[in-house]
């Protein structure tokens, strides 16, 4: 090899060097924050969310470190709900998907092309370990509906928090009705609280709703209906039909997800109990339902009846529904039914957006 050659290849492995460390540097971001500061410095990161408190909104914006959300499902919305609540500070997110990262997924936001091929979960927790140091991820790759794995994530699910105790609240963020049903009989048999979200498969609306075990309906009180009518899933979800998304219907979903998480975790204002969104209209329908005391799911029957002490059944589920769609009468615990935005839209539409959206699950 001649003198010239090696010179050359001392120099190339030189650069190589210097670029694999900048890039490392850059990946690594900043140094860990052991207490978050209010103080008004261009360096600290938290210094717009302590202002939360100096503007009298929250009490204790602080104590979000203590946190922990377990997000289920990576895509569309869980991976933008992740790192809105990465970026707000949370102490920690446990996440669940078994999917890799596809270039179909880019007319989405989060991920990159260059995280194609990787777990979701994987690509996921590099990045928002880059954006905040200071929040502990944990990842699981794998599909929580068989048995085995099932287990394992009620077992996160009741001892993943900081200090090995339940997480705060659970984030159901899955494109499908096996995982929701999963998440639903986890959550019931666990007493935990937790956000269904959804986003419809024709990309213009949306929902989240909040379950407490015993006080709200759970996802079996109010099962969707393509689940009551008896239709197959599989027949509405046929192989090979793609379902269409788009980044700002998903972005809205994700921003209503974690607002109302940050309001539950924190308790400031009101925590929505159903915010629906249809895009086409700008319509934001919400309710309030109450567990259907003939729900399937044992657990749920047991922790509503245990809580108003009767346990005895008080209306069909229909009912219910209609119930919860009448602005006439109230479903208790507040906030119950608030009137749509459209102050001209019938309760009539607001029935119908909610059963599209159950039908588009
Ligand atoms: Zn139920």
Same mark, same amino acid.
């Given at each position: 090899?001649? *003198?010239?050659?090696?010179?050359?290849?001392?120099?190339?492995?030189?650069? &190589?060097?210097?670029?694999?460390?900048?890039?490392?540097?850059?990946?690594?971001?900043?140094?860990?924050?052991?207490?978050?500061?209010?103080?008004?410095?261009?360096?600290?990161?938290?210094?717009?969310?302590?202002?939360?408190? /100096?503007?009298?909104? +929250?009490?204790?914006?602080?104590?979000?470190?203590?946190?922990?959300?377990?997000?289920?499902?990576?895509?569309?919305?869980?991976?933008?709900?992740?790192?809105?609540?990465? /970026?707000?500070?949370?102490?920690?997110?446990?996440?669940?998907?078994?999917?890799?990262? *596809?270039?179909?997924?880019?007319?989405?936001?989060?991920?990159?092309?260059?995280?194609?091929?990787?777990?979701? #979960?994987?690509?996921?927790?590099?990045?928002? +370990?880059?954006?905040? %140091?200071? #929040?502990?991820?944990?990842?699981?790759?794998?599909?929580?509906?068989?048995?085995?794995?099932?287990?394992?994530?009620?077992?996160?699910?009741?001892?993943?928090?900081?200090?090995?105790?339940?997480?705060?609240?659970?984030?159901?963020?899955?494109?499908?009705?096996?995982?929701?049903?999963?998440?639903?009989?986890?959550?019931?048999?666990?007493?935990?609280?937790?956000?269904?979200?959804?986003?419809? *498969?024709?990309?213009?609306?949306?929902?989240?709703?909040?379950?407490?075990?015993g006080e709200?309906a759970?996802?079996?009180c109010? %099962? %969707?209906?393509? +689940?009551?009518?008896?239709?197959?899933?599989?027949?509405?979800?046929?192989?090979?039909?793609?379902?269409?998304?788009?980044?700002?219907?998903?972005?809205?979903?994700?921003?209503?997800?974690?607002?109302?998480?940050?309001?539950? &975790?924190?308790?400031?204002?009101?925590?929505?109990?159903? &915010?629906?969104?249809?895009?086409?209209?700008?319509?934001?329908?919400?309710?309030?339902?109450k567990p259907n005391p003939s729900c399937d799911d044992s657990?749920c029957r047991h922790q509503s009846g245990g809580r108003d002490g009767t346990g005895e059944p008080e209306k069909e589920l229909?009912q219910g529904?209609?119930l919860?769609?009448?602005?006439?009468?109230?479903a208790p615990?507040?906030?119950?039914?608030?009137? %749509?935005?459209?102050?001209?839209?019938?309760?009539?539409?607001?029935?119908?957006? &909610?059963?599209?959206?159950?039908?588009?699950?």
């Amino acid at each position: 090899m001649s *003198e010239e050659l090696k010179r050359r290849i001392v120099e190339l492995e030189k650069e &190589l060097e210097a670029i694999k460390k900048e890039s490392c540097e850059g990946r690594r971001g900043r140094e860990k924050i052991e207490q978050m500061s209010s103080e008004v410095v261009d360096a600290n990161p938290y210094s717009r969310l302590m202002a939360l408190k /100096r503007m009298g909104i +929250v009490d204790n914006y602080e104590q979000i470190r203590e946190f922990a959300v377990a997000v289920v499902g990576v895509g569309g919305v869980g991976s933008v709900a992740a790192e809105m609540l990465t /970026r707000c500070g949370i102490g920690k997110l446990l996440l669940f998907d078994y999917d890799k990262v *596809e270039l179909a997924n880019m007319n989405r936001l989060f991920y990159q092309p260059h995280q194609a091929g990787l777990s979701k #979960v994987e690509a996921a927790a590099r990045t928002l +370990v880059s954006i905040n %140091p200071d #929040v502990t991820i944990e990842c699981h790759n794998y599909n929580i509906t068989t048995v085995d794995n099932f287990d394992h994530f009620m077992g996160r699910i009741r001892s993943g928090s900081l200090t090995d105790g339940p997480v705060d609240l659970v984030l159901s963020c899955v494109d499908n009705f096996e995982a929701r049903m999963a998440i639903n009989t986890a959550c019931n048999e666990l007493g935990q609280t937790w956000f269904e979200s959804g986003v419809a *498969e024709n990309a213009v609306s949306g929902h989240i709703q909040l379950v407490i075990p015993g006080e709200l309906a759970c996802f079996a009180c109010a %099962p %969707p209906l393509i +689940v009551a009518s008896g239709i197959d899933e599989k027949t509405l979800k046929r192989d090979g039909v793609c379902a269409a998304s788009l980044p700002t219907t998903m972005g809205v979903v994700s921003g209503l997800l974690v607002q109302n998480t940050l309001k539950y &975790l924190l308790k400031f204002g009101n925590v929505t109990h159903y &915010l629906g969104y249809s895009s086409l209209q700008d319509f934001f329908p919400t309710m309030s339902m109450k567990p259907n005391p003939s729900c399937d799911d044992s657990y749920c029957r047991h922790q509503s009846g245990g809580r108003d002490g009767t346990g005895e059944p008080e209306k069909e589920l229909v009912q219910g529904v209609r119930l919860a769609y009448s602005r006439d009468e109230p479903a208790p615990p507040p906030p119950t039914v608030d009137a %749509p935005a459209a102050a001209d839209t019938s309760d009539q539409t607001s029935l119908d957006d &909610l059963r599209a959206q159950m039908m588009a699950l």
